[in-house]
């Protein structure tokens, strides 16, 4: 208990403090949003959009230069790699499943694994893979092997795996390959906007 017996613990606003349009942010959602769970009732982040009143609103999609806002969504309405996190969290499951070894709460580790299955559903779950270090510390591409147990029929189960990381549902490193335009045309924000859908593609699966 951290407030006191029968007291929620509501976090309304928290970011991942530098408005970031890459896959950073979605990768810290996800961390954080694990390490929340059955600590914090609500957990908010802040804020939905780039669409900011305090201090006057930039039009260019992508700035890193201004704070505190730290949208899901620039001003263009393209979701970031943020949004993405939080839609994927949203689709995958209403409770954990045991995952072993937990290594979110490690301080030597950057990557997490965890699992979710909807209590409706349970021929479906969902695997998280993170890879995430504060900003300008120590972080490296990293291979990670995952076996599943407990499968009721192994030999006909099928993977699709969905992709947050710089190359892939995100739009920043497209809007840069344009130009990086401060006002970016009607194409260009259909663009951006195509670029920032989740991108995922068939696993296979070792059985």
């Known amino acids: 208990e951290i407030v006191g017996p029968n007291v929620p613990l509501y976090y309304t606003e928290y970011d991942d403090g530098y408005n970031s349009a890459d896959s950073y942010g979605a990768a810290f959602i996800v961390y954080q949003n694990y390490?929340?769970?059955?600590?914090?009732?609500?957990?908010?982040?802040?804020?939905?959009?780039?669409?900011?009143?305090?201090?006057?609103?930039?039009?260019?999609?992508?700035?890193f230069n201004w704070m505190p806002v730290d949208g899901l969504m620039n001003v263009y309405?393209?979701?970031k790699p943020n949004y993405?996190?939080?839609?994927?969290?949203?689709?995958?499951?209403?409770?954990?499943?045991?995952?072993?070894?937990?290594?979110?709460?490690?301080?030597?580790?950057?990557?997490?694994?965890?699992?979710?299955?909807?209590?409706?559903?349970?021929?479906?779950?969902?695997?998280?893979?993170?890879?995430?270090?504060?900003?300008?510390?120590?972080?490296?591409?990293?291979?990670?092997?995952?076996?599943?147990?407990?499968?009721?029929?192994?030999?006909?189960?099928?993977g699709v795996g969905y992709y947050i990381d710089p190359d892939h549902s995100s739009s920043f490193g497209t809007w840069v390959e344009l130009g990086a335009p401060k006002y970016p045309t009607p194409k260009q924000v259909e663009i951006l906007n195509k670029a920032s859908e989740i991108y995922f593609e068939p696993m296979s699966l070792l059985v």
């Open 77 to 79: 309405g393209t979701p």
């Open 84 to 158: 993405r996190a939080y839609e994927l969290l949203h689709n995958s499951g209403d409770y954990l499943v045991d995952t072993q070894p937990d290594t979110f709460y490690s301080n030597t580790e950057t990557v997490g694994v965890f699992t979710t299955m909807f209590s409706s559903d349970s021929s479906k779950l969902s695997l998280f893979i993170v890879n995430w270090n504060v900003m300008n510390h120590t972080i490296t591409t990293e291979s990670v092997n995952v076996v599943i147990r407990g499968l009721s029929d192994a030999a006909s189960a099928t």
């Open 35 to 63: 390490l929340a769970n059955g600590i914090i009732d609500a957990l908010s982040f802040w804020v939905f959009s780039d669409i900011f009143e305090e201090g006057g609103m930039y039009p260019d999609p992508y700035n």
